[in-house]
């Protein structure tokens, strides 16, 4: 094994790239030109006294190179193809077998050297013309009134914030889940088994992978049974997705709030009783609901709740068509196949559910005409809604 490379000029080479008086070298003349091999004054000059000559001219000439400019000269200089390291690189071809080795250590040791310097060399100038403009910059005045603008909630955390104190209130926990589920946790688990037409009508974005970004709130309702067991009241607010065709009344990301009760002799009056609670305290007057049958694959009976149009108060006009009603929220009693999917005996506990559309109640509430507003992120429509 041959020994490790002798190191050269290492105090040279590791000074601070801080100008200082150029040390005048003995052994030459001048350099003819920047970059170029040093010429020694009494003829030839051996192979290893060139590398160690060429390393003291290298850092003399960094020292002067105080722009990105000169620093690149000095790079093609060095390193480009015609470069005094690329030529004494070549020139290792003339050097005797056994020296090839050791000489071309030292010169690839220079070379690295060269390289990282100039990197260095070229940092230290950049972080300095940022210092620079930092200081020109105009400075802020820190003594200036600043404006009381607090920023404010989404119209959407507001409502959510406040159904969540309310079933909180009514002894609901609150439960998060993921945007993106399996096939069995948004279809299967709440019987809607492959090819089944409900299907359809949640345009599904489906992932490679063969998951998929959850169409409703309900993809929750199994992970929440197997989590918690009966009995169990939880509400699950999420963001929904759906391959829709945007208009006025139509988004492809909205919210739902999900609700569940399951316990023994849970029944439809039940459901009525919290439904009721709820909205008349969202709404701040008292609501009249009522139900009429409505298809879901996951509830058995299922309904659509209807509530006492907010315009006028049930006796009709345009916004509730003359019928004094307003369709608010679907719901019914869970499918018997849905509990045993979670883990749940039908026969010993009953409950039901429901599928609040977060998003539609926020635009009854605060009338807004335009669901795309709520995504736009325009802070014109969004901060004028404010917690009462
Ligand atoms: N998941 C349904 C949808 O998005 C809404 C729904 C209907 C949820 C009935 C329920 C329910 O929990 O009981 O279309």
Redesign the pocket.
Known sequence: MFPPPRSFAPALLDAPLVRHARASSEKFTQSSGRGAPPRCRKGRMDMKEKIEALARQFQQELEGAGTSDAVEKLRVAYLGRKGSVTQLLKGLKEVEAQQKKELGQHINMLKKTVEDKLSQQVEAIRRAEEQRMVEAAEQYDVTLPVGSGAGSYHPITIVQRQLEEIFASMGFTIEDYKEIVTDYECFEAVNIPKDHPARD??DTYYLENGQLLK????AA?NAIMRKYGPPLRAIFPGR?FRNEALDASHENTFF?M???MIDKDISISNLIYFMKTMLSQVFERDISVRLRP?F?P??EP?FELDISCLICGGEGCSTCKGSGWIELC???M?HPNVLKAGGIDPEEYTG????LGLTRLVMMKYGVKDIRDLNSGNLKALSQFTHE
């Open positions: 009508m949640q169409t409703h709130t309900s309702q929904c739902q999900e609700g569940m409505g879901f996951f509830v299922g679907p719901c019914g869970i039901f559910a429901f599928g």
